[in-house]
């Protein structure tokens, strides 16, 4: 998805609450995790909405939280998701 959308301006960024940096390079090597991958700190989550792991959430460019999807979703889901943003933000 991120090879598909981010021609279009989509960005995308993992957050991870593991705590230890060779932990997180070890799995986003083993796991072929090909984007960002940034260490959240506990204050950041609340205003971003997370309530479970994983969860989704979608900024516009100039930084508002236009949606949040807690836990797991289809790709599809998120296809349709990030469409009806880009479509939105044409308007």
Known sequence: MRRKYEPQGVGFLALTLEPRVHKVRDA???LG???PVAIA???VLGPLRVNAVPSTI???PD???VAAANGYRSPEFFEARVEELIEASSK
Do not use: C, S, W
């Open 41 to 43: 700190q506990g204050a």
């Open 33 to 35: 995790i090909e984007m």
């Open 28 to 30: 986003v090597a083993e």
């Open 63 to 65: 930084g508002r939280i």
């Open 58 to 60: 979608f900024v516009t």
